[in-house]
Each structure stands twice: as structure tokens, then as C-alpha cells.
């Protein structure tokens, strides 16, 4: 880092925090501008080395297209302004720094905020030339597109009628086939009728068919209950009547058995008669 000589410089005249702030900052633009003019090997390997911004390249390209060329000017440009800047205000801080060392301390510092000012504004003019150009170059690329945006358009317009001319004559095909299909549709209309019309009289008659086959059913149903209620009927006077005719036949039986019994009792009888009668006889 090379030796920067601030000439009758005291520590007392300015404050603790504003030397230390000027004194980095001189010292990281004289780093700058020591590595700026100080070409260095970037790899021990090689043989390249950079060199400052401003420097000429020595291998520069032997065509480039004008839009980059100017890109690339407009871009050398803003880094000189932008360096410009840098300078100024380094500039600057050393003269503030030098005229603490003066009697009258104010009248210098104007002077320098002053030369600072007009530099100022030298930069900042050529900055909105160099603004104003670059709004320029993009207008006129904006332009050139749109002119080429329309050229293209043009020369794509035979093709275009062509194809809204297709466009049409398919259209037009498709209407002709639909009126074709519509009046086809509408030739077939009396045969649909009475399709419908014969189509409706079978779903009637079967509708029909199939009303009467749920009322037979209904019908079988009635009567098989009917039939099955006259059996349950028959069954039960059938129990009645066996109960019946086995009553009566226990009936005839008691009384059977009774007048036996009774006969019997009187045979016994008329035996134990005949006996006392023989007995008396003898």
C-alpha cells in the first residue's frame, strides 16, 4: 500500500471519529488506485495479468456487432462517471482534511464544498447525457423491432389470406354438409314418425299385456285364498263330523254295553227265579 502524505495534518484540529473515517477512506482509494494502475499476474500459472479499466485491450475482437460495441461504450462511460464520482469525493474529504490545517478553516471548507459541487454537477450532467442516450438507443432498438415486428407481418399476409381463405371455404363445406344432413333429417321425419308412432303402440299393448298379467295374478290370488279358506272350511266340518259320528258311537256303545248289562241282570235274574221256582217245586 503506497504512503499517503497529508501535509500539516494534527490530530487536535479534527475530530477522533472524522479522521479515522477519512483516513479509511483514503486509504481503500489509494488501494484502488494502486491496483488499478498496477498490472498483476492473476494465476502464476498463466501469463495473463489485469490492467486498469481504462486501458486500451491489447487482443480486442476484430468485428463486433455496433449494438454491443455501443453497449460496451455506454457501459465505459457510466464506469468513468461512476470513478469520477469516486475521486471527487476523495478529493473532497482530503481538502476538508487540509484546511483544518488553515487559519481560516470555514472560508476553505466552502471553497472545497464548492469545487466538490461543481464537479458534482459536471458529473451529473454528462450522466443524464449519457441517460438520455442510452433512452435514445433503447427507443430506437423498440423502433427497429417494431419495424421488423411489421415487415414480418406484412410478408405474412399472403400466407394469412391464404389460410383464412381455407379458413372459409372449410367453413362454408361444413355449412353445405350440415343443410345437406338437416334436409336428410328432415326427408326421414314421417319414416321417424311412425317408428315412434309403431314403437309407442308396442310399449302400449305391452304396457297392456302386462297390466292384465298383474290383475290375473291379483285374480289367481283371490281365488287360490278363496280356495284354500273353502278347504280350511272342509277340514274343519270334517273334524266336526268324525268328532260327531265317534261321539255317537261311544253313545251306541254305552247303550249297548247298558242293555247288555241289563239283559244280562235280568237273565241272572230270571235264572235265580227258575232256581227258587225248582227249589219250591221239589
Known amino acids: 500500500m503506497p504512503f499517503i502524505h497529508l501535509p500539516n495534518f494534527r490530530l487536535s484540529n479534527v475530530p477522533a471519529a472524522a479522521a479515522l473515517s477519512l483516513l479509511c477512506a483514503a486509504g481503500a482509494f489509494a488501494s484502488q488506485q494502486a491496483l488499478a494502475q498496477t498490472a498483476r499476474p492473476i494465476d502464476p500459472g498463466t501469463s495473463v495479468s489485469a490492467r486498469p479499466l481504462d486501458a486500451a485491450p491489447s487482443d480486442a475482437p476484430a468485428a463486433q456487432n455496433p449494438d454491443d460495441a455501443l453497449k460496451a461504450e455506454f457501459v465505459q462511460r457510466q464506469k468513468v462517471l461512476d470513478r469520477r464520482t469516486e475521486e471527487n469525493n476523495y478529493s473532497y474529504g482530503v481538502k476538508q482534511h487540509d484546511c483544518y490545517s488553515k487559519f481560516f478553516v470555514n472560508h476553505c471548507l466552502d471553497n472545497a464544498r464548492n469545487e466538490m459541487r461543481e464537479v458534482r454537477q459536471q458529473i451529473r450532467q454528462q450522466q443524464l447525457a449519457l441517460d438520455d ?25 399472403p400466407q394469412r389470406a391464404a389460410n383464412e381463405k381455407a379458413s372459409q371455404q372449410s367453413y362454408e363445406d361444413k ?14 321425419a314421417p319414416q321417424r314418425a311412425a317408428n315412434q308412432a309403431a314403437y309407442d303402440r308396442k310399449q302400449a299393448d305391452y304396457q297392456k299385456k302386462l297390466d292384465d298379467a298383474r290383475a290375473r295374478g291379483v285374480q289367481d290370488a283371490q281365488e287360490r285364498e278363496q280356495k284354500a279358506q273353502r278347504y280350511e272350511q272342509k277340514q274343519q266340518e270334517a273334524a266336526q263330523h268324525r268328532a260327531e259320528v265317534d261321539a255317537r258311537q261311544k253313545e251306541a256303545a254305552r ?11 235280568e237273565r241272572q235274574e230270571q235264572l235265580k227265579l227258575q232256581q227258587q221256582q225248582q227249589q219250591q217245586g221239589k
Not at 255 to 265: H, I, N, V
Open 133 to 157: 442516450e442510452q433512452r435514445a438507443e433503447r427507443a430506437k432498438q423498440r423502433d427497429e423491432q417494431t419495424a421488423i415486428k411489421r415487415a414480418q407481418y406484412e410478408a405474412e399476409a
Open 175 to 188: 355449412q353445405r354438409q350440415n343443410a345437406l344432413a338437416a334436409a336428410q333429417r328432415d326427408a326421414e
Open 255 to 265: 247303550k249297548a254295553q247298558e242293555k247288555a248289562q241289563q239283559q244280562e241282570q
